[in-house]
C-alpha cells in the first residue's frame, strides 16, 4: 500500500503513530493498577484524551496529504 522506502512521509507518519499507541497503551495499563491515586487517574486520563486527539489530527493530515497526491496538487 505505502512504500516506506520512497515516501519519508509515510514512514514519519507511522512512526509517531506507533509511538502514540504505545502512550495509550502505557496510560490503560497504570490506569489498571488498583493503587494510582485519584489525581494520577485524572491526568492519565487526560494525557490519554491529547494522545488520542493528535493521533486523530495526524490521521486527517495523512489522509488530506493523500488526497492532494491523487489530485496531483502535490
Same mark, same amino acid.
Given at each position: ?8 512521509? &509515510?514512514? &514519519? ?9 504505545? +502512550?495509550?497503551?502505557? /496510560? ?8 494510582? /491515586? ?8 487526560? +494525557? ?22 491523487? &489530485?496531483?496538487?502535490?
Amino acid at each position: 500500500m505505502f512504500k516506506l522506502k520512497k515516501e519519508p512521509f &509515510a514512514h &514519519a507518519f507511522f512512526h509517531d503513530i506507533k509511538n502514540k499507541l504505545g +502512550s495509550v497503551k502505557f /496510560s490503560i495499563s497504570m490506569l489498571k493498577n488498583p493503587k494510582i /491515586s485519584e489525581l494520577q487517574k485524572e491526568k492519565l486520563l487526560n +494525557s490519554l484524551l491529547f494522545t488520542i486527539e493528535k493521533t486523530i489530527d495526524i490521521f486527517q493530515d495523512f489522509i488530506e496529504t493523500e488526497r492532494f497526491k491523487q &489530485a496531483k496538487f502535490l
